[in-house]
């Protein structure tokens, strides 16, 4: 039997909450996690129209990208669209679980990565790394060092920078983690040597994690012009259409995104060369910004993250075989172009 909290600790190994942004809602949103798992659906927003076709597919589990609910509700009365997804969940005994800005942050199976293949990009990193590693200084009887670095391993929590002599049968320890494994860590010291954590010293690292953070940058095969590279755009999202700043007179190579709100990354985008930046919802004085150096293609945020849904429904997939994963049928998009 699978159930619901199985699947989300695979999805949470993938995409931890700890990288959510501060203001993000990702996590179980409706539903107990206890139960046992007969379907799920994924789509990007979870909609009435999704919430129904779980019904009609059997299908107690949703995992959306978007959170139905990013603050706390103080009624539940039916009045907006939110709560009457919330009921209708409820009623239907359908668990929501929103994979969010935790997805969007990271480079492996994350929403930029998605993008980043639609567009053939190569040589893809994270645009803006966040600073995710940390450090923690312990003292420790010298003879738990070899248990140390065996329980490390075998808790995937973090690794042995240094080690220095401190006192006869001591040794200070400084370790470098994860910041989403932190607990692992505590748990590991809190069965080996729980008196260490007293005196632990924890610090966050100077130096980004390669793996996590916004945005992700790359380079084209070869290089386009400018109107045949927002020609490639447009067909490889499926946009209806892109909003743009002027064609450049060079070509395009090196290429930023970001799917869904990105224009925060336009500066990051510019400072390390990019000739054009995808990503969606720019304001109109934020196009000036682009101040002929960079090519801006805004193409939607729907549009930009919808391959989202195939994204999830893989991850699912490839490790739960006993029950089914579908991709929702319905475009929840609320902008519709003429």
Same mark, same amino acid.
């Given at each position: 039997? =699978?159930?619901? $909290?199985?699947?989300?600790?695979?999805?949470?190994? @993938?995409?931890?909450? !700890?990288? $959510?942004? /501060?203001?993000?809602?990702?996590?179980?949103? &409706?539903?107990?996690?206890?139960?046992? %798992?007969?379907?799920?659906?994924?789509?990007?927003?979870?909609?009435?129209?999704?919430?129904?076709?779980?019904?009609?597919?059997?299908?107690?589990?949703?995992?959306?990208?978007?959170? @139905?609910?990013?603050?706390?509700?103080?009624?539940? =009365?039916? =009045?907006? #669209? %939110?709560?009457?997804?919330?009921?209708?969940?409820?009623? $239907?005994?359908?668990?929501? +679980?929103?994979?969010?800005?935790?997805?969007?942050?990271? #480079?492996?199976?994350?929403?930029?990565?998605?993008?980043? !293949?639609?567009?053939?990009?190569?040589?893809?990193?994270?645009?803006?790394?966040?600073?995710?590693?940390?450090?923690?200084?312990? =003292?420790?009887?010298?003879?738990?060092?070899?248990?140390?670095?065996?329980?490390?391993?075998? +808790?995937?929590?973090?690794?042995?920078?240094?080690?220095?002599?401190?006192?006869?049968?001591?040794?200070?320890?400084?370790?470098?983690?994860?910041?989403?494994?932190?607990?692992?860590?505590? $748990?590991?010291?809190? !069965?080996?040597?729980?008196?260490?954590?007293?005196?632990?010293?924890?610090?966050?690292?100077?130096?980004?994690?390669?793996?996590?953070?916004?945005?992700?940058?790359?380079?084209?095969?070869?290089?386009?012009?400018?109107?045949?590279?927002?020609?490639?755009?447009?067909?490889?999202?499926?946009?209806?259409?892109?909003?743009?700043?002027?064609?450049?007179?060079?070509?395009?190579?090196?290429?930023?995104?970001?799917?869904?709100?990105?224009?925060?990354?336009?500066?990051?985008?510019?400072?390390?060369?990019?000739?054009? #930046?995808?990503?969606?919802?720019?304001?109109?004085?934020?196009?000036? /910004?682009?101040?002929?150096? @960079?090519?801006?293609?805004? @193409?939607?945020? #729907?549009?930009?993250?919808?391959?989202? %849904?195939?994204?999830?429904?893989?991850?699912?997939?490839?490790?739960?075989?006993?029950?089914?994963? +579908?991709? &929702?049928?319905?475009? &929840?998009?609320?902008?519709?172009?003429?």
């Amino acid at each position: 039997m =699978t159930t619901i $909290q199985d699947v989300i600790r695979h999805l949470e190994a @993938i995409a931890p909450p !700890a990288y $959510q942004e /501060d203001y993000d809602n990702a996590g179980l949103i &409706t539903g107990d996690p206890a139960d046992e %798992v007969h379907g799920a659906l994924t789509c990007l927003d979870a909609t009435e129209q999704v919430i129904r076709e779980a019904v009609r597919r059997g299908c107690n589990l949703i995992v959306a990208h978007h959170p @139905i609910v990013f603050k706390g509700l103080k009624k539940l =009365t039916g =009045t907006t #669209y %939110v709560e009457r997804v919330v009921i209708e969940a409820i009623r $239907q005994k359908i668990a929501i +679980y929103a994979i969010h800005t935790n997805l969007d942050n990271m #480079y492996l199976d994350g929403v930029n990565g998605e993008i980043a !293949a639609r567009l053939g990009l190569i040589h893809t990193r994270i645009l803006m790394p966040r600073p995710e590693w940390q450090t923690a200084r312990l =003292t420790l009887p010298s003879s738990l060092e070899p248990t140390l670095r065996v329980q490390l391993l075998s +808790y995937d929590a973090g690794e042995l920078l240094h080690i220095l002599p401190a006192g006869e049968n001591t040794i200070v320890c400084e370790l470098r983690f994860d910041r989403a494994r932190q607990n692992a860590l505590r $748990q590991l010291l809190q !069965a080996l040597a729980p008196e260490s954590l007293d005196a632990a010293v924890w610090q966050t690292a100077t130096n980004p994690h390669p793996g996590i953070g916004a945005g992700l940058i790359g380079e084209l095969p070869e290089p386009l012009p400018g109107a045949q590279f927002l020609q490639l755009v447009k067909s490889s999202m499926h946009a209806s259409c892109v909003r743009h700043t002027a064609l450049p007179e060079k070509s395009v190579k090196k290429v930023a995104l970001c799917g869904g709100s990105g224009s925060f990354l336009l500066a990051p985008a510019m400072a390390q060369g990019a000739d054009a #930046y995808v990503s969606a919802d720019f304001k109109y004085h934020e196009f000036f /910004d682009a101040d002929g150096k @960079i090519l801006i293609a805004d @193409i939607g945020h #729907y549009e930009s993250e919808q391959f989202t %849904v195939q994204l999830l429904q893989k991850i699912i997939s490839r490790k739960f075989t006993n029950f089914a994963a +579908y991709c &929702t049928e319905a475009s &929840t998009n609320p902008v519709y172009y003429l």
